[in-house]
Structure formats: structure tokens, C-alpha cells
């Protein structure tokens, strides 16, 4: 049996997928058990939108092309990264993409390696199933932290069932032509993707376990 403590700890970001359907069943029970996830006063901000199939790969063809035509995407409505980004967390993002990279043999130089890496993301690297998280543009800060907490209950629950997410914020990028897609109301922001499936085992990226921080460059305990 699965703990808590394992899922975790074995959740990984997992970016290749098996050609594998999900049952709706499955997908249905994990998104029900997620809505136990906290919000402040119980307001369960959190809005997802679930595809797959045909219009999943209508989708896929739809963002692919908005990519060809604006490869810098289509105007951000949120910065995913402060500019400028400071340390540690700009060696941090360095080393993540240098790490997941390097699983692929993909060298710091070969940028066209890189954008078609990246570009795989628009395909939720060959998931059966993309989920998209929405809420209402009137929310500040704490409900994107409830929404935030949604999604690590979705991602955990998976795991449990045997299945893998990536959480994906570069559909961002597209957030005009995933909104029209979805009927997103005007109302409604684009936070994140995030595909689901089962885990290609022997994909090399799937190889990558990312490090963390050691406690005390985190925690500060007093009175202990
Ligand atoms: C909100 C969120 C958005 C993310 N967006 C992307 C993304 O667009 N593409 C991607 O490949 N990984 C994305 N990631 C995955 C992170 O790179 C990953 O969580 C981090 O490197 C830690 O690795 P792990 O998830 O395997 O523990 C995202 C993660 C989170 C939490």
C-alpha cells in the first residue's frame, strides 16, 4: 500500500508517457478525492478542465500552430518567473534544465535540441490525458495557493494509482488559444496544464529525480 510519505517522496515530474488510456472512472475518483483538498474558508476556487482523445489532439494541433506563428507565445497573463530572478533560485532553475537536459544528451549549445524538447510540453509529452487548472481572475494570492494545493492532491493521488503528472505552466504560453478551446469564461485565468498517464519506464528523461534543498536552508525552528 502507498503511504502518504511515499507518494511524496516517489512523485516525480514524469515527461514521457505510454500510449495508455485512463479510465474516466479513475480520473473522476482522483479529481473527487482532490476537492477534499483545503481552502481558505472553503471556497475551493479550483476549475479543471480534463481532455483527451480527438479534441486533445485538435488541441495539440491548435497550440502547435498559434507556436509557429508567435514562437514567443501568445503575451503572458502572469510571469511564471520573476525577472530577473535572484539567488539561489536562479541557480536552481539553471541546474534543473541543465539536469533534465543532460538525461537526453541535449548539451548546453544545442539550442534547437532544446526548443524541441520544450516544444514537447504542447503535446503533454505524448500523455493520454491534459488537464488544465483555472480560476477566476478576482482571486489574489491565497487562492492560488488553495489552487496550488489542489493540484499536489491531484498529482499524489495519482501516484497512488500507479499513474504519472508532469504540472505544466509553459501552456501559458497559449493561454488564448487553450481558453477559446475550452470556453474558458472571460472571467477565467489559465494558471497550468498538466498531463497524466502512465510513465514510459524506459524513456531516458524519465530518469531524472531532481535534488532539494537541505532542511535548515528552509525550516527555522525556535523554542526547541
Ligand atoms: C506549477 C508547476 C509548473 C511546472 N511547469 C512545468 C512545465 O511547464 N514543463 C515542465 O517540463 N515541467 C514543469 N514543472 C515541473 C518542475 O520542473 C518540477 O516539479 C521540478 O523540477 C521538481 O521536479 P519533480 O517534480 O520531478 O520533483 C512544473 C512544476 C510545477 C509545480
Redesign the pocket.
Given at each position: 500500500m502507498t503511504t502518504v510519505t511515499d507518494a511524496v517522496r516517489k512523485?516525480?515530474?514524469?515527461?514521457a508517457f505510454l500510449d495508455k488510456p485512463v479510465p474516466l472512472e479513475t480520473l473522476q475518483d482522483i479529481l473527487t478525492t482532490a476537492g477534499r483538498s483545503p481552502s481558505g474558508a472553503n471556497l475551493q476556487p479550483w476549475q479543471v478542465h480534463v481532455v483527451t482523445g480527438a479534441p486533445l489532439a485538435e488541441l495539440v494541433q491548435k497550440a502547435k500552430a498559434s507556436l509557429q506563428e508567435n514562437p514567443m507565445g501568445e503575451g503572458a497573463e502572469y510571469d511564471?518567473y520573476p525577472p530577473n530572478l535572484w539567488e539561489p533560485y536562479r541557480s536552481r532553475r539553471f541546474k534543473?534544465g541543465e539536469d533534465?537536459y543532460a538525461t537526453i544528451g541535449i548539451t548546453r549549445d544545442n539550442k534547437f535540441g532544446r526548443l524541441i524538447q520544450f516544444s514537447r510540453?504542447f503535446e503533454f509529452?505524448g500523455a493520454p490525458v491534459g488537464l488544465f487548472f483555472s480560476l477566476d481572475r478576482g482571486f489574489d494570492r491565497g487562492q492560488w495557493a488553495h489552487l496550488?494545493m489542489f493540484?499536489q492532491s491531484v498529482m499524489l493521488l495519482a501516484h497512488e494509482r500507479g499513474l504519472a503528472t508532469?504540472?505544466?505552466?509553459?501552456?501559458s504560453a497559449v493561454h488564448k488559444t487553450v481558453g477559446t478551446f475550452l470556453n474558458l469564461p472571460e472571467n477565467h485565468l489559465l494558471?497550468?496544464?498538466m498531463a497524466l498517464g502512465y510513465a514510459d519506464p524506459d524513456a531516458p528523461i524519465n530518469s531524472?529525480?531532481?535534488d532539494r534543498a537541505p532542511l535548515a536552508d528552509y525550516v527555522h525552528f525556535k523554542g526547541f
Open positions: 512523485r516525480r515530474s514524469v515527461r511564471v534543473c533534465m510540453n509529452f496550488g493540484m508532469c504540472p505544466q505552466e509553459a501552456w494558471y497550468c496544464g531524472l529525480v531532481t
